[in-house]
């Protein structure tokens, strides 16, 4: 019988951390308490037309991203520069946010060549290479991760859920690299793994455009705005990287068993507080 693998205290913390960031509160709960007002009041000024063209713009944005991001960094491991990124974001958000919608169509391409070119950053880090096909498609996957956790339960995370439907399709991906190259074009998995990322990534650019459309929320909200965007996916890219790390160490069966091993810790330590607090209250 094959004996099970323990993570090192270090190890355990790290993984910790990493699900911390992955299972925090949604892009949209943390733009609502930055405006201080539900985004439903800027969802509701969103025009039809741009709804519609969202999930292209989301495709189209990935589909640059892949290709542009990784030719900007070197390959050599080098600890990664977030704030850089952010100044950036922030930049490119102000810009967007001057125009309304019609800038956000120019922007959002600029800042998800952004935001991709600095989760590969945050993936080298990590001891990633990000001239391998693998890596830079773990790093499309970030786009589609985070925030989407039910962490008053023990269930299974929304993290491993959003992994494991979109392994199929990654793996696939990587055999067509192996053979073909990132340059290959018609790659069919890579072509739905895209479409697939660009249905949960089109979420979260409407929820970055209502933000900017709530009442009261002036022009210079768009960089701050694009702040807490890149901020968000440097915070799921560090989370994702950390556990790939861990996984390439003791394996991904070993490092599934911890985590949830931690679910479960937090789980109890939940339902001791609602007991307490439910004792003091009769």
Known sequence: MTQPIFLADTDLRALAEARALLERPSLAARLSSFIGSPLEKGMARLPASWRGKVGALAHDALLKAMDTAAKTLQSAPREASPRLHKLLGSV???????????????????????IMRSILDIARGEGEDISYAPTRLAALEVFALGGNAKSDDATESGYYAVRAALASTVSEAARHFAQKGLSGEGAPALARLITMVAARYKVQLTQKAAGMLVPG??????????LMFMSHFQDVSRGHFTVRRLERQYGEDAVHAAWQALQAQDARVREARRTFHASRAD
């Not at 102000?94 to 060549?113: D, I, K, N, R």
């Not at 929320?217 to 694009?226: E, F, K, P, S, V």
């Open 92 to 114: 490119s958000g102000a810009g967007g946010g001057a125009f309304g919608l019609v800038g956000l169509t120019v922007e959002v391409p600029l800042s998800t060549v952004l």
């Open 217 to 226: 929320i002036g022009a210079a909200a768009g960089a701050t705005i694009n």
